[in-house]
T-cell receptor, first 114, second 111 residues
């Protein structure tokens, strides 16, 4: 397996534009997590899915953020409209169902909103 | 109180010394504990996990867990410059699903 795949790797957009980040988890992993990382706040959990169903979205900062997982091999994180304070590295990670399992991270998407 | 806390550092140690990284957590029901290493500009990667009280050793790395004190640590023996990175403590909740990360400790190993 190629691991968790995220796209794009870098995104620069203007304030007010819609941004869509994409993630393909490792095949067979039941859990998918979206994290945001900044220098100020560290690695924050935004939302996670179990078997494509959103379980906890309490970390989503505002209604401008939304996430979907239409099938087991694809998830999106959308920001509409984007703001400069959304600039961060967004990571997607996936894990197996069982406890004590390693979270495999994608390479991240570095988002810059100008 | 934050769910997972770490000293932000930076922590500097000379090459060959022991680096000690600490982490505390608030959820007493937490079951599993992880240490991730993150090099600058890269994604986190797992170093070790531990779920029983006591020590767990893997090469130069030793994880220590004390659930009564809600404390977990990572010791790196014979520190190398290649160990310079940010170390993230992560805690899996009582329901065995959500993993929360601490803010990370930046480690610098000086040659």
């Amino acid at each position: 397996d190629a691991g968790v795949i995220q796209s794009p790797r870098h995104e620069v957009t203007e304030m007010g534009q819609e941004v869509t980040l994409r993630c393909k988890p490792i095949s067979g992993h039941d859990y998918l997590f979206w994290y945001r990382q900044t220098m100020m706040r560290g690695l924050e959990l935004l939302i996670y899915f179990n078997n494509n169903v959103p379980i906890d979205d309490s970390g989503m900062p505002e209604d401008r953020f939304s996430a979907k997982m239409p099938n087991a091999s694809f998830s999106t994180l959308k920001i509409q409209p984007s703001e400069p304070r959304d600039s961060a590295v967004y990571f997607c990670a996936s894990t197996l169902t069982q406890s004590n399992t390693e979270a495999f991270f994608g390479q991240g998407t570095r988002l810059t909103v100008v | 109180q934050k769910e997972v806390e770490q000293n932000s550092g930076p922590l500097s140690v000379p090459e060959g010394a022991i680096a000690s990284l600490n982490c505390t957590y608030s959820d007493r029901g937490s079951q599993s504990f992880f240490w991730y290493r993150q090099y600058s500009g890269k994604s986190p990667e797992l170093i070790m996990f531990i779920y029983s009280n006591g020590d767990k050793e893997d090469g130069r790395f030793t994880a220590q867990l004390n659930k009564a004190s809600q404390y977990v640590s990572l010791l790196i023996r014979d520190s190398q410059p290649s160990d310079s990175a940010t170390y993230l403590c992560a805690v899996e909740g009582a329901s065995y699903d959500k993993v929360i990360f601490g803010p990370g400790t930046s480690l610098s190993v000086i040659p």
